[in-house]
């Protein structure tokens, strides 16, 4: 069985079928992009998965698990962990503070009244790898509001490895930032963990061939291709499903 | 005062830097209720009530400084905690000024838990809406149930016993002053561990974006609920001070009006910072009382000017604009 894997998902806002029978399945150390058209259900179907929306029918599991019934902070303990589009972070603290706070979350700890993570020496290390790894440290202790916003991003990644999940969705890493930053994102997610299990959502069809294994197209809510980089660029549906009969 | 300096980046030991701060900012405080002391003695009454209800901004300074909830109702557990340990010194006798400030903290507590479970029900103007039906609720169940709390004549009969059998609660309010400083000193300290801690971290994160704090599998509702009863705890220790040292408790400490003044205060000081709920209760109590022996009929529109003034000059509060006073020399100079 795999990894983690949905099963005929399917949503309807209104008359609008956003998610249409949406199956597929991710293997450990698997790196998939998940591409479409605007408007084409990417963004609902992550919010699906992460159980922000409720599906009107289909299942998804995680380690032979159905998690379709879990609240959303149920499945990150599971294992599911999401980056978020448009940076999500608390503006008015530091980047140290950021991950500490993911790593102590992780650990159960987030809920200590009287402790302090400076004063945690096995947090301070894993703290360091991570900031260390992203080429965060020297602006550890800068409140996020005053950093640039490619190393906003960054810091989004450095989040979701503390929280070392099994799955990570990645929604759009690279969105908002210069294509001479995007290489700084891409160094990043070389950097995750081998074994896991990674589904990003990208626009930037180069960083797509050289991230993703494997391609999946959504279409008006429909998956219309599964299979590799090579396949997708000669696909007839998926060139319909961009260019509309142009690609006639 | 609470987060470091960009520069102690390359300093070790930020621990014991920390525990410095701690101690320098206990100085601070322990100095200036000396000095307050030594100046005004036949105020102490009037600086002891200023203690208790600066307990309730600190208080009301942790839910919604620190945690981002809207609350117009906050008194509800200050009054908890006053009618709490008036109830029991008036009608069952427990006299024990120490008991009544633990049954203070206890009712405070468990007044901010209950509370919370509706408040945090709602979001933005609907949170505030239901903070202050729920101070109105409680304003008016004080005032039927009056054979236990007097009703609107207020709570009288409250004979705190000397405090460690030693110290009599005289007519010039030496022990409740002394005894309000040592509650001050005692709850400042618990509260900088408290938000610097993990827990008051995911509070702050929790303010800025639940979303987030969501995603990262951490509980948003629960969290909020533990702090509302962490600060329910300190504003009931503030009210079962205001029954100590004044001996009656009134329906006001119930009220909409005292929990919107505590929230005038808190802006007035600076939102999320301990010493900003502090200075902006001195301020706008000592201001309040200056200003209305002065003239009894248009006190309250100097208090308003003054608050204008402040939220436009200084839209962070006084210690906010202390602080970016300070930061500035500080640039200048290196």
Redesign the interface.
């Known amino acids: 069985m795999s990894l983690f894997s949905i099963r005929n998902l399917n949503k309807h806002f209104g008359g609008l079928a956003v998610t249409d029978h949406v199956s597929f399945s991710l293997e450990k150390g698997n790196r998939v992009a998940l591409i479409g058209p605007n408007g084409a259900g990417k963004t609902t179907l992550v919010n699906l998965v992460?159980g922000h929306i409720k599906p009107d029918s289909g299942e998804v599991f995680l380690d032979n698990q159905n998690i379709t019934s879990l609240s959303?902070?149920?499945?990150?303990?599971a294992g599911l962990?999401?980056s978020?589009q448009v940076t999500?972070?608390?503006?008015?603290?530091t980047p140290e503070?950021h991950v500490?706070?993911?790593i102590?979350?992780?650990r159960g700890?987030?809920?200590?009244?009287?402790?302090?993570?400076?004063?945690m020496p096995e947090v301070m290390a894993e703290l360091r790898d991570i900031l260390g790894l992203l080429n965060l440290d020297a602006l550890?202790?800068?409140p996020v509001s005053d950093i640039a916003y490619g190393q906003q991003r960054l810091l989004e990644i450095a989040?979701v490895m503390a929280?070392r999940p099994k799955v990570l969705l990645l929604d759009e890493p690279a969105a908002g930032l210069p294509s001479t930053d995007t290489v700084l994102i891409e160094k990043a997610l070389a950097q995750l963990p081998p074994d896991l299990a990674v589904l990003m959502i990208e626009h930037d069809m180069d960083f797509v061939f050289r991230f993703a294994q494997r391609v999946i197209v959504l279409a008006a809510g429909a998956v219309i291709f599964d299979g590799t980089p090579q396949a997708v660029a000669a696909d007839a549906r998926v060139r319909e499903a961009y260019l509309g009969s142009y690609a006639a | 005062m609470t987060g470091?300096p960009?520069s102690?980046?390359t300093t070790p030991n930020?621990?014991q830097r920390?525990a410095r701060a701690d101690a320098i900012a206990v100085l601070v405080v322990a100095a200036t209720a000396l000095v307050l002391f030594l100046l005004f003695p036949q105020s102490l009454a009037l600086l002891t009530r200023i203690v208790a209800i600066m307990l309730l901004v600190l208080s009301l300074d942790l839910v919604t400084g620190y945690s981002g909830v809207a609350t117009l109702g906050h008194a509800t557990v200050f009054g908890a905690g006053a009618y709490a340990a008036g109830i029991l010194a008036a009608r069952f006798g427990v006299a024990d000024p120490l008991l009544m400030l633990a049954i203070g903290a206890l009712a405070g507590a468990l007044a901010g838990g209950v509370s919370s479970l509706v408040i945090l029900r709602g979001h933005g103007l609907g949170q505030l809406v239901l903070s202050i039906a729920i101070v109105q609720l409680a304003h008016e169940m004080a005032n039927k149930f009056s054979s236990w709390t007097g009703g609107s004549d207020g709570l009288s009969g409250i004979m705190p016993s000397p405090l460690f059998g030693l110290f009599r609660f005289d007519l010039w309010g030496r022990t409740g002053y002394w005894l309000a400083v040592a509650l001050l000193i005692i709850v400042f300290l618990v509260l900088r561990?408290?938000v610097?801690?993990?827990?008051?971290?995911?509070c702050?994160?929790i303010k800025?974006?639940p979303?987030?704090v969501?995603?990262?599998?951490?509980?948003v509702y629960f969290?909020l609920v533990?702090m509302y009863a962490?600060a329910g705890a300190v504003a009931g220790l503030g009210g079962a001070l205001s029954a100590i040292s004044t001996k009656v408790v009134g329906l006001d400490s119930l009220s909409f009006s005292l929990s919107a003044e505590a929230l005038v205060m808190l802006v007035l000081g600076g939102t999320g910072k301990i010493f900003g709920a502090m200075l902006g209760t001195i301020v706008f109590v000592w201001f309040e009382d200056i200003v209305s022996a002065i003239n009894p009929f248009h006190w309250l529109t100097i208090v308003g000017v003054l608050l204008v003034v402040v939220v436009l000059f200084a839209p962070k509060g006084l210690v906010g604009a202390i602080e970016s006073v300070v930061s500035r020399m500080r640039g200048r100079k290196t």
Do not use: C, N
């Open positions: 992460t959303p902070s149920a499945r990150v303990k962990v999401r978020f999500r972070l608390f503006s008015e603290m503070e500490a706070l993911a102590l979350q992780r700890r987030s809920g200590h009244i009287f402790a302090h993570y400076r004063a550890a202790r800068i989040l929280l | 470091f960009v102690a980046a930020l621990w920390s561990a408290v610097r801690s993990p827990f008051g971290m995911l702050r994160g800025q974006d979303v987030r969501r995603a990262m599998g951490a509980p969290t533990k962490i």
